[in-house]
């Protein structure tokens, strides 16, 4: 009778077992659509467009008033617009989301965030985890040390610590250079450029590394921009930037791009470029280096 008894309960264990089971078969690809659920069907699901970006002007960042703002961020708000016509909503609310450089990544692909209208180079290393926008600018990695210092090139850094920005390209950028050629420079690094910047500033390493149109707002909006100097040697392969979004979503991606050919060829663009772009270019800046601007707009 035990044997029978111990039987009966084995059974019944495993028909719940098999059960439960059963039971996650039919939640899973339900739970697996959600997370799959196509970009723009989620936002007109919820007529709600979530940006990412940082604090890196004149592209994106949040001015003394509160206001997130920057050219990409303009550029960005235009492509809100286009979204609500498209999917024919009364209301379409954007959440700016700060999140720094190592973050970005997950944040796309935990859909945190939609879009990332921050500084996101399109580097070929990158698409098999994201997708990249058509570039909007092209920049090039420059180094920025103390004028003092007579800094005028990588080789001029051999086996002396330099500050980068983490998680970013110029960092693998540099590490290439710094392996290639031997130099034996160390590195800090910091999760924003401003970080970076400012261990330069504090002597803490001998030289920042970083994108020449992203630089300028540093040494201009600090308290001594005489003190800075801004190589006119450029270090790695050009930077292309790019708005930044999930892996596997042709039809948003699609949609954006299609968005933004049409605006490139505007004289919105024009306007927009004028007002966030052209403070920065050599002939209005306060202390520029020979050479050192020779960026691509």
Known sequence: MKNIINREMTRVKRTAQWLFLLAGLVISPALMAQQNAATLDHIQSSSVLNVGYRQLPPFS???????????????????ADKLRQYLKL?????????????ERFSALNSRKIDMDCGVNT????R???????????TAKMRIISLRKNNIQSIADLKGRTVSLTGSSKDLLEFNKANREQHLNISTITSTTI??????????ESAAFFVDDILAWPLINHSEQPELFSVSSESI??????????????????????????????????????????????????????????????
């Open 61 to 79: 960042f949040t001015d003394h008033n509160g206001k997130v703002t920057g050219y990409t961020i303009a550029v960005c708000n235009m492509i």
């Open 90 to 102: 009364n209301n379409l609310t954007i959440h700016y989301i700060p999140v720094n450089f190592s």
């Open 122 to 125: 399109n580097a070929p290393e």
């Open 127 to 137: 698409t098999s985890s994201v997708s990249f926008s058509e570039n909007y600018y």
């Open 194 to 203: 401003k970080g970076a910047f400012e261990k330069m500033a504090h002597n």
């Open 236 to 297: 790695g392969n050009d930077m292309h930037y790019a708005i930044m979004m999930r892996k596997n979503d042709p039809q948003f991606v699609t949609f954006v791009n299609s968005t933004l050919k049409d605006f490139f060829a505007s004289p919105a663009n024009v306007q927009l470029r004028k007002k966030w772009l052209s403070p920065w270019s050599c002939e209005k800046l306060k202390n520029p280096s020979p050479g050192s601007c020779q960026h691509s707009h």
